[in-house]
T-cell receptor, first 113, second 115 residues
């Protein structure tokens, strides 16, 4: 069965420093991978996706993610964190039936000034 | 509005009561999803509707949960005989394309508290 794992419940970063939020996946076949963000008291918002092609995917708000097939990872990155990036981040993979996304448990990113 | 609309935003009920949660998807979106967000559990897929096809109900946790989508638009998630473990935020999302190429647009959720 398709699944994703987010090994860190929380990531703390100082403003201006690079950030990484980790995600590993387990799939049958080619993975369709996504990152979503949930700001406090807001709905989830799409950040970026990997379907095929270039392993480095660029998304909204300056975020990018690197697809690594050998390590079965899809880590979310940003070169310089902002306090406003503080939120809950979810990694997701398309399910095998192709009908829905399977989400990880989420990682809380806290960026301090 | 232009986004996914959910109601009520908050619902407090007593154990054993039935509740209905409503979702208005983005106009023109053929796919509609229900997810449940519980503390420490992430997002749990519940059910998926795509056009006139039979829904994928594989994520519904028990037969107390059901959902329908009328006229290919509005959806209602019904929880019968609510239990305290049903307390969670219920999220609805819609999409205009197949899941593997499109993105989901989420509503702000309905927070259910079962006393």
């Amino acid at each position: 069965a398709q699944s994703v794992a987010q090994p860190e419940d929380q990531v703390n970063v100082a403003e201006g420093n690079p950030l990484t939020v980790k995600c590993t996946y387990s799939v049958s076949g080619n993975p369709y991978l996504f990152w979503y963000v949930q700001y406090p008291n807001r709905g989830l918002q799409f950040l970026l996706k990997y379907i095929t092609g270039d392993n480095l995917v660029k998304g909204s708000y300056g975020f990018e993610a690197e697809f690594n097939k050998s390590q079965t990872s899809f880590h979310l990155k940003k070169p310089s964190a902002l306090v406003s990036d503080s939120a809950l981040y979810f990694c997701a993979v398309k399910n095998q039936a192709g009908t829905a996304l399977i989400f990880g448990k989420g990682t809380t990113l806290s960026v301090s000034s | 509005g232009a986004g996914v609309s959910q109601s009520p935003s908050n619902k407090v009920t007593e154990k054993g009561k039935d509740v209905e949660l409503r979702c208005d998807p983005i106009s023109g979106h053929t796919a509609l999803y229900w997810y449940r967000q519980s503390l420490g559990q992430g997002l749990e897929f519940l059910i998926y509707f795509q056009g006139n096809s039979a829904p994928d109900k594989s994520g519904l946790p028990s037969d107390r949960f059901s959902a329908e989508r009328t006229g290919g638009s509005v959806s209602t998630l019904t929880i019968q005989r609510t239990q305290q473990e049903d307390s969670a935020v219920y999220l609805c999302a819609s999409s205009s394309t197949l899941i593997n190429t499109g993105e989901l647009f989420f509503g702000e959720g309905s927070r259910l508290t079962v006393l």
